[in-house]
Structures are given as C-alpha cells and as structure tokens.
C-alpha cells in the first residue's frame, strides 16, 4: 500500500503542474460554464463576479492564465485587471472577452495589454486551445506601454485638431465666431502643463500650482464673448465620445 505522504505528495505535484486561470465575468451563467468547461479540460479554475473581486485575487494568489470580459457594471472594466495581473504574473497569458464586434476595430491598442480578444459567444473549443497554445509559447516579452504623459505629448495637435470638429458642431459655442487660432491658441500650452504634472506628481496633499495657461484661457474667453456655460460646454467635449460611438 503506498505511503499516504508519498500519494499527498504526488497530488500536489500534479496540482502544481496544472494551469490556473482565473476566470472574471459578470455574468453568472457564463462563470459557471466556462469553469466546469476549462476544469473538465484539465485547468485550474477560480472565478470572480467583478473586478473588486479580481484584484483581490491577483493580489494574493498566482496565476497562469486570465480570461476577463472586457465590460463589467461596476467601476473597472477588463483592461483594469489585466493591468493588474500583468503587474503581478507577468507572464500570465492574458484573455480578453467582448460581446462588441466593435471592439476587433481597437484590437490594436487593447492588444498592447491583453494577448489576444475573443468575441462572444464563441466557440468554447476554440478558447480551450488558444490557452493551451500561449501557454505552449512560454513567456511572452514584456511590452513596452506608452506612459500618458507620453501619449499626450505625441498626439497633442492631433487631439485638438479632433477637439476643434466637436467645437465647430456645437450649436451655442460658435455664436462666438473665432479663427482657429484664437479658439486653440491656449490648448499647447495647456497640454504642456499636463504632461509636466502626469511626469513630475506632486505629493498628495500638496497644494499645486495654478496653470497660468489655463488662467490665461478663462481671462480670454470672457474677452471673446464666452459665457460660463459655454466655457464649461467646451470644456466637457474633451470628454464627450464621438457621435455613433455610444
């Protein structure tokens, strides 16, 4: 009869030789599937409902492998816990999830993060071996990904000039007719500071210093003819999405 710590150890080693994916959807039904699909596929399964959930996990557990939903309810979405594990398992395979044929249209930037997105529903066979092949190609080099303050830099006149379109199709803003000069002229200024604060952050607490660019813009536009409405209509279009984009 063979020993019981000799059996005790044989088991963990086998548990150690399986893959541990954690699996993170909203969706109930979708958890329960895909788990008892992947763990009769010989994996390790733990399942989390959010992204609360997830981070939690990642942060005291070890994985192999991520398959995440891209949109979740609650505050965070899929990118946020692939950011996490890629701090924490850098070599944890990473599976994105969406519902939104859309999302293969921005697949390059996702991509920057996750290994690759699967669009539901899919085909389960098809999840099953695309994990068994990353797995296969072993490490996956680190990327590189573009800080903020860096993707700001570089895409400041392509920003305003996109800002500009949004300006020019707001109704009560261009009853203050401006040439494009006039209407941009804080805005590199203005970007600069921004990426001076995302670069050199001041402790929290610390009082910062007012954007003399951005004084400078609220002094001219009262000059120009703005309201206060529309300086904060203006302002929100850099957080309004493009029409047809939802």
Not at 40 to 64: C, M, R, W
Not at 116 to 137: F, N, Y
Request: hydrophobic share 45%.
């Amino acid at each position: 009869m063979p020993d019981a710590k000799i059996e005790h150890s044989i088991a963990d080693d086998e548990m150690l030789a399986t893959p541990r994916i954690l699996l993170v959807d909203d969706d109930e039904s979708i958890r329960e599937t895909l788990s008892l699909i992947l763990e009769n596929s010989g994996f390790q399964v733990v399942v989390a409902a959010n992204v609360n959930d997830a981070l939690k996990l990642i942060g005291t557990h070890t994985f192999d492998v991520l398959v995440s939903d891209l949109h979740m309810p609650y505050p965070g979405d899929g990118l946020t816990v692939v950011s996490a594990m890629r701090h924490a398992n850098p070599k944890a395979v990473t599976l994105i999830l969406s519902s939104y044929p859309a999302m293969k249209e921005a697949a390059e930037a996702i991509l920057l993060q996750a290994d690759d997105i699967l669009l539901k529903p899919m085909a389960v066979v098809t999840l099953v071996d695309l994990i068994r092949e990353r797995l296969k190609q072993g490490t996956i080099p680190a990327r590189i990904i573009a800080s903020v303050a860096d993707i700001l830099e570089e895409e400041t006149q392509s920003t305003i000039n996109d800002w500009l379109l949004r300006v020019e199709l707001e109704p009560e803003i261009i009853t203050v007719p401006l040439g494009y000069k006039e209407r941009t002229a804080h805005l590199p200024n203005l970007f600069s500071d921004l990426v001076c604060r995302l670069r050199y952050p001041l402790p929290l607490g610390t009082r910062a210093l007012v954007s003399t660019a951005a004084a400078q813009h609220g002094l001219d536009r009262r000059k120009q003819g703005y309201t206060a409405a529309m300086m904060v209509e203006e302002s929100l279009l850099w957080c309004k999405p493009h029409a047809g984009t939802g």
